[in-house]
């Protein structure tokens, strides 16, 4: 077991914690940080080794809120989707040997409809093609969390999308709303003038044969 000579020194958008590793970056302890408005929540579990790409020890995990409107490029999300909260994470170059997790709570405020019209995914931005990708998730309806996991650090949003609605049923236009009567109505219109034409060819004939008699 190396010494315990280094701490993981981790800051949540202005919520500073530290968390004990060996000098070859192993941890040993649990490492569950929060953000001081309660969004954002980072957690890497014990054994866990954290290091640069270098393979040093990691020292230091930073994280920010981003404006998406305000980064260069502008971080522009998949068509017909909205940008709930976006973070950012550094150092990019840190590895772990285990998953990691991210757990993103929203405010029902903060959502462009009701959570029932929405889809709610979790994303990272691929820096190469500055495209989002979608993460697996895990989702608590009670507390509103979404949870992905991930093995690097990056840039991590979560993104509402609209619920696809069942394919309407197409109405009638008033044209065939009006068919729809119109042709029994022609057809009783048509017996009528049928019955009454009878009607009247045996009357002529009656009234012919009647003055042949005489």
Known sequence: QPSISLRLHINMIGQKTDWLCTSTG???????????DGRLTLRIYRDTFVLYANGEPLTEINSTAVDPLMTAPP?????????????????????FSKPIEIEVTYNLSDL???????????YVLNDALNEWEALPWLSDIETNPLICTTSHLSIYALIAAPLEGPTPIPQPTSLEQHSYWMLPTLILFAAALMFFTYILFKRRRRSTASKDRD
Do not use: C, H, Q, W
């Not at 192993?26 to 001081?36: G, I, N, Q, R």
């Not at 999300?77 to 940008?83: D, E, V």
């Open 112 to 122: 462009p409809k009701s959570p029932d019209e929405l889809t709610l995914r979790m």
């Open 26 to 36: 192993k941890l040993l302890e649990d490492v569950s940080a929060t953000s001081p």
């Open 75 to 95: 971080l522009i999300p998949p068509t017909g989707t909205y940008l709930i909260y976006v973070y950012e994470f550094l150092p990019e170059d840190a590895n």
